[in-house]
């Protein structure tokens, strides 16, 4: 019980505190900058949709605000199979330079292999349908081609909160906010983990689709970038943003989905986990990708052993008291969080935690029964509530 206890607790140690110092530490050994220039290269932006008529005219408005030379930029919308107005809506866009591809419903990562097909930039960039981006994001993702190391370039993604939402929105923009610090440290290291589908950018020649239909797009396709021989690395000037999901249902069921999808991703991708191929990439990815997902059976084990353990030393028993008490604030939070109480920091940081963590076991659970989600149904949308 004892050697379980600290098993799990020392694993979230290393996750939350010895894995960024360390990250922090190798990265101001190596400092590997990007050797940047304002080059211009042919970009296919490509944006798939699917049902996103609330969303995609402003999209498209947001991308013909961009200062990237328009001789230089293709801007393709593929539709997976739409039934809304989505596509008249884009149709519409056709005039200023969008091109619309319109297939049948078979899923993101078919519908982004589809329109890479049909694509002519050298420089391909890839971005959801309700991001909103900077006007110098491309220019900013492009200065990086100028050094031939790097392959790809993640782009700098944030959350902003609509009013009315639940507090499950703010522990979103704070875990999201954690992560980005990680992938500014994990740059100096050579390359980041992984890209974010907001908005990130590869060569052409380094596009592999996923073989796997049900392993998240944005994970597979940039970390092949990796896998080739390539840096991956992060753009701060790059900045995109979303809104958070407003209600934590929905949140719960992207994450479920995200983590099972992320999982069968590095199952995809294993061979990056071999440190004698990929130095210290290979232990960003397993820290941030693989023990990161594993931590929700460490909570369990942590407080199961604590409560057993608690009677025979005080410092058990501080734990399970601990525990109880941290998980009670999450409970609060969950039945607070419509509430202006429920967005303090002290109740929905436990609730989304907890949450996060529930969802990450039940996406471990899926994994491990073989389940694929090969279809995608953005859980943003009300009606998938």
Same mark, same amino acid.
């Given at each position: 019980m004892k050697i379980a206890f600290w098993l799990a607790a020392l694993s979230l140690v290393y996750v939350y505190a010895g894995f960024p110092l360390l990250v922090m530490a190798v990265g101001r050994l190596r400092n590997r900058v990007v050797r940047k220039a304002p080059i211009t290269p042919t970009m296919s932006l490509i944006i798939p949709a699917y049902n996103e008529e609330e969303v995609i005219a402003e999209r498209l408005e947001n991308v013909l605000t961009s200062d990237y030379p328009r001789d230089s930029l293709e801007i393709i919308v593929v539709s997976d199979g739409s039934s809304?107005?989505?596509?008249?809506?884009?149709?519409?866009?056709?005039? =200023?330079? +969008? %091109? @619309?591809? *319109? =297939?049948s419903r078979q899923g993101k990562n078919a519908a982004l292999e589809y329109a890479v097909g049909e694509s002519t930039g050298s420089i391909l960039v890839f971005s959801d349908a309700n991001i909103f981006c900077e006007p110098y994001a491309l220019r900013a993702l492009a200065a990086n081609f100028a050094d031939p190391s790097v392959g790809g370039v993640a782009g700098n993604a944030s959350y902003r909160l609509k009013a009315g939402s639940e507090s499950s929105s703010q522990g979103e923009s704070l875990y999201w906010r954690y992560d980005t610090w990680l992938k500014? @440290?994990?740059? %100096?290291?050579? $390359? +980041? +983990? $992984? *890209?974010?589908g907001a908005l990130y950018a590869l060569r052409r020649e380094l596009y592999m689709p996923p073989p796997?239909?049900?392993? +998240?797009?944005?994970?597979?396709? $940039?970390?092949?970038?990796?896998?080739?021989?390539?840096? @991956?690395?992060?753009?701060?000037?790059? %900045?995109?943003?979303?809104? *958070?999901?407003?209600?934590?249902?929905?949140e719960y069921r992207r994450r479920v989905r995200n983590m099972t999808m992320s999982l069968r991703a590095v199952a995809l991708r294993r061979r990056l986990l071999n440190p004698f191929r990929y130095g210290f990439y290979s232990l960003i990815l397993f820290s941030h990708k693989v023990l990161r997902r594993l931590l929700s059976l460490s909570l369990l084990v942590l407080l199961l052993t604590s409560l057993v353990l608690s009677d025979s030393h005080p410092f058990f028993a501080l734990a399970a008291g601990g525990q109880v008490v941290f998980y009670g604030l999450a409970v609060a939070g969950y039945f607070a969080r419509r509430r202006w109480i429920g967005r303090r920091g002290l109740l929905y940081v436990p609730f989304y935690y907890c949450m996060a963590n529930i969802a *990450?076991?039940?996406? @471990?659970?899926?994994?491990?029964?073989?389940? %694929?989600i090969a279809l995608w149904q953005p859980q943003r949308h009300p009606e998938v509530a």
């Open positions: 809304d107005a989505t596509e008249a809506i884009v149709a519409e866009f056709e005039g =200023r330079g +969008v %091109r @619309l591809l *319109a =297939r500014e @440290l994990e740059n %100096r290291t050579g $390359s +980041v +983990v $992984s *890209a974010h796997d239909v049900g392993a +998240v797009d944005d994970f597979a396709i $940039s970390t092949a970038v990796v896998e080739a021989g390539h840096r @991956l690395v992060f753009e701060p000037m790059a %900045r995109a943003y979303e809104f *958070a999901i407003t209600e934590a249902r929905r *990450a076991f039940m996406a @471990l659970v899926q994994f491990a029964r073989g389940e %694929r």
